[in-house]
DNA sequence: ACATTTCCTGGTAGCGGTTTCACGCGTCGC
DNA sequence: GCGACGCGTGAAACCGCTACCAGGAAATGT
């Protein structure tokens, strides 16, 4: 078996002993001249300290857990991102370990994480009321928390959080400024924060410009669901021309998507007939035709930060609350335009 | 501080030696008598060995590390789900590391992980051109590897790939059936394997049913993306409708979504008057409409087969070479559609 | 000149598991 | 009746690294 030099050869070959090996590399008190060799002998035998070893001494896992929920997966990507940037940034490289939850919800794992892996700290993406349960367990069991989610009543750790309210003003201003006065809303489940701070967000907009929201024309859906977008179409497909909103907003892209194609498959057109805005920005908005309009959350930032967190934490003792906002950003595309103005053609 | 129960406290309390302990929760010699007493014990204490200590005694990492591009993020979801499916069902419950590479390719990280973590196994999605470098570092580190990939090429390691040759077939039959004879193809970079082994197959299958895929008809890309569809759709509209392909193939959904909305933004209609096929079927195939007819990847079974193949060579000493071929699904939605008859309406 | 501080270094004791080794015991085979 | 063998157990070594402690040397203060 080819042989892996450890630290004690490093120390023989430069005739120091082990410690002062340990302390040039993580930058103790060491001579110039001590330093200079052995980082010599270090490059010369190739060597890297295993990180488990190092990790086993410092009696800590050198690892973060990441938590999230199958249908979350449209933002895995962005949240891994961030959270790469600033552990490769660090010299402390960690792992990040990441889980996706199946339905029936499993907590074992993330629990497993907790007390066999013994993780530094642990990541939640959008915990609902399902998770709940889970959080509280980390909590307890002292680990460091970064949720991200709109629900800042969470008892501890980090929550960072997008401003839904200031982005669904915005939108009732966009909306307001294409000439829309008639103006649909489908929500999530209505315990979903996210949906309600949407919706309020986009009313109190609409408050200021004196419009309103008819209570006949907002919907809240069971689940956020493709369906769901599609059922509120059939119901607006029904509606007469001159009650139907001109323009609808769905508090994601899914129902968005799913509200369009409905709609388009009845050779109903987006934005002719109606405008439509989703929420989160998925990859999808930009595949479709027409392009989503879609308010864009800060999910790399979110995720960077959250692990800037969870480093601090590590380092210093604080387990402290806190909580971090985000402004989100609307993406205008072509499935928002000018209220349809009846029989003048081009 | 809390403390945390370990081995030692264990043993003192079920009156037996640490070994014995050790023995009692790994399986080895114990009296029937004493495995009940220090269960018991275990239970009482709630006692956990610490997976870092362990990892650190055994040598070993407890970590694969899961390799892949920003690009193919839409797939790791799947890969993701498949790949823990397999750890979880294991006792040996192992941690995912995932990395997202960036633009500029970073081999920093993967052989840090190697070098450093010394990461049991290695899986690489869809390891490219520029990926073969770090696979070869990895291999000659002695690293189990996992690599999806159409490559069988790769000098060592588990291969797990896609049929995309029978895919083109089945792609081909379907178009057939459907009336098509005059059809279309974009392929992605000249180099990507997929991409050649999907255009042999529609050509293949289409020269078993007399037709022939004529040049001026096909382009290969310069990369698989979302305007190089647009690009074609610009070339499409231009053709005599005489001679343009009635249905069109592109070597990934990415590029097929680009061909679709470009046609839609111009009035053109899917499949009115194009049919258009995809490859890889991404979540946004469902949320366009029409939904675009493509073919899915088992990419769930290959991340899962590729976990397996690393446990087993974990287990055992077998660094062999093995190569896996998942069959791929066609999925027909409403993007394929019979020849457009002209001037016949309905 | 002596006390004090600061810098630098080596020896040693863990961290919490697993594993090897030696040994006692009972059972079996001849 | 005695060696051979399988089972069950405890003591101690070990994995590779860091942390603590003691002590010497050099620099500084009075």
């Known amino acids: ?20 090996v340990s302390r040039v590399i993580n930058g103790g008190y060491a001579s110039a001249e001590v330093k200079a060799r052995v980082a ?21 896992a050198g690892c973060f857990g990441l938590v999230m ?6 933002w895995i990507t962005q949240i891994l991102g961030g959270i790469e940037e600033e552990l490769t940034a660090k010299h402390i490289s960690l792992l990040v370990g990441s889980l996706v939850l199946r339905g029936t919800y499993d907590a074992t794992t993330v629990l497993s994480w907790v007390r066999e892996r013994r993780v530094d700290g642990l990541i939640f993406a959008r915990p609902g009321r399902r998770e709940r ?13 970064a949720l991200i989610t709109p629900d800042e009543s969470f008892k501890s750790g980090a929550v960072l959080r997008s ?4 982005a669904g003003r915005e939108i009732a201003d966009h909306l307001y400024d294409l000439g829309h006065r008639r103006i649909g809303f489908v929500g999530g489940p209505q315990e979903s924060l996210d949906s309600q701070q949407r919706f309020e967000g986009l009313e109190s907009g609409l408050k200021m410009r004196k419009v309103k929201l008819l209570p006949s024309n907002v919907v809240f859906a069971s689940r956020y669901h493709i369906d769901e977008g599609k059922g509120y179409a059939e119901r607006w497909l029904k509606m007469a021309p001159s009650r139907a909103p001109t323009a609808v907003v769905l508090a994601n892209d899914i129902m968005a998507l799913g509200f369009m194609r409905t709609l388009q498959a009845q050779n109903m057109g987006v934005p002719k007939d109606v405008s439509v805005v989703g929420f989160d920005d998925i990859p999808a908005a930009t595949l479709v035709w027409p392009g989503l309009t879609t308010v864009r959350q800060q999910m ?17 003792e604080q387990p402290e609350r806190s909580l971090l906002e985000f402004p989100m950003d609307l993406i205008v595309r072509q499935s928002t335009g000018p209220v349809p103005t009846r029989s003048v053609g081009p």
């Not at 401003?163 to 200031?166: R, V």
């Open 1 to 20: 078996m080819a042989h892996r030099t450890d630290i004690a050869e490093v120390a023989k070959h430069a005739k120091v002993s082990k410690s002062t």
């Open 40 to 60: 010599k002998v270090i490059a010369k035998l190739g060597y890297t300290p295993w990180t488990t070893a190092r990790n086993f001494s410092l009696g800590r």
């Open 69 to 74: 929920e199958d249908s979350q997966s449209e």
């Open 133 to 145: 349960s889970v959080v509280e367990a980390a909590r307890k069991a002292k680990v460091a928390l």
């Open 163 to 166: 401003n839904n309210a200031d």
């Open 300 to 316: 790399r930032a979110m995720g960077a930060a959250g692990c800037r967190t969870l480093l601090t934490a590590l380092l210093e």
